[in-house]
């Protein structure tokens, strides 16, 4: 990781449209394979018009593309929509102070206990929760090696493996 450039910072129209656990549930399931607004409605068990709301503001930033228009199983003319993989690449860092960053991180928690939620009680493959005391330099080497570790098993991905939703995150915990 190091030598990289750096990811590119988000501007407050992309923290906006990460901010709600919604639409990290679309890109999730538009990783994939491309879905149709319908499809994903009925997936989320949400309406149409809402979804699309959230499909719409996902494409203007390029965090979803539209893939082509497709004919669906009853013949209508469909467009399916990918997710680009832009999440990754960007740096989330709150330029104007109004508590973006912070709605991104709860949205993207809310949209993993979502997920934990829907597979239900079996699904589970491992939980780590813990408090670590670590200066500036310790705490940067251990998400560089987060990182490092994360990219080295992306490789070797196994089209029949099993699908493993991951989060981690690293917070400063107020001691009082």
Sequence with gaps: MSGEDPAPTATVEELKALAHPLRWRILRLCFDRA???QELAARLDVAPATVLRHVRALVKTDFLAPEPVRTGAKGALERPYRATGRTWQLGLIDVEGVG???????AVLAAHRAEIVEAGPE?????????????PEAQAEFTTRLGELIAEFLPREDPDGEAL??????VARPVR
């Design 165 to 170: 939703s991951y989060l981690w995150s690293l």
């Design 35 to 37: 879905w149709t607004n």
């Design 123 to 135: 699904a589970g493959r491992g939980t780590a929760r813990g408090v670590l005391r670590l200066g």
């Design 100 to 106: 973006l960053v912070q709605q991104v991180d709860l």
